[in-house]
């Protein structure tokens, strides 16, 4: 009863933001991925690999994440995920779960998505339960982060909202396959890699409480999607990478227009170098540089270009003094089982 699974991390071109359903992570706008694939010069892509096993013979639940014992939060995370795919196997087993992230050591990106695919695929293939990916996606949504119902496909992926209650339908689907449009990169630009902001699922809910212009964005992502979808399918860059663009920088007028609430806290993700770098991509853009940005809840920002402009690119990022490191990717496969196992 031991798994091993491997799934990428992805980022949206059209974002997840607010649920319908807290506690089953139901989304009120269907968006759109990019699964993060390995490049010539990143080998590895960005990805977590995870081994889960059940045993009688445990005695409690063990997480281990990166080499070091999980902290609360993510124990009781794991745990209440792990109790859903007991209570399908009906079995009632201790586990014993590893993870390791792959993502260069303080890149500043969340492993969450990635982490939550991995882990909802190892301990359903441990316990036999041989889904399929859509009831796997369905699976990974339910860690927490719903962005991991993405990674478990591969290339161009849609989150489907769904319309059930019970959330049978809210699964990712994959639209274009990782080789429809390998020309295209996303130059994962690290400004900090320290940051911990507030968690998506928590700035969401304050988005859906209090802000006066949540009621806007689910219109204006499925519209966004609507475009999307056909400027993917013909691999119309410009069209592309302004729609993700927008999309972006609507996301976060709904994040600054969020209430502070009680803490007094508003929810501002950008750093001040975040806006820099999103004014240097403009500037680009404008000398014939063709590279647009998408930035999730926090301050690093993702550069999307043609691999035609990755080096230029790369080397202009590189040269920018808040610049810590740039990580290259494009679309790559899905999340996959692996044989060697982390213990
Ligand atoms: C802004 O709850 O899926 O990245 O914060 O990583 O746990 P974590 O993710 P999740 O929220 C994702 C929000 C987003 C947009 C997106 O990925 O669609």
Redesign the pocket.
Known sequence: MKATAVAPS???W????GRRNDAL?L?TNS?F?MTFGPTKTNPEGMHTTTTVEFSDAFDMDTVIIDGKEADRNAYDRTVAHLNIIRGLAGVNYRFKMESRNNFPYGAGF????SG?AAEAYAASEALGLRLSKEKLSVLARL????????SVHGGWVM?QKGEREDGEDSHAIRVFDENHWPDVRVLATVLDDKVKGV???E??KESVESCPLYALWPSTAESDLKRLIPAIERRDFSTAGLIAEYNCRA?HAIMLATREGPKDRPLI?FAPETIALMKQVHAWRAEGLEAYYT????PNVKVICMKEDEATLTDRLKSLPFVKNVIPTQPGPGARLADEHLF
Do not use: E, F, T
């Open positions: 992805n980022i949206a059209v974002k997840y933001w992570v989304p968006n991925s969340a492993s969450s998505a939550g860690s927490g982060s719903g962005s991991a119902a993405r989150w968690r998506s699922a700035g969401m996301l993700y930035i999730d809840a926090g």
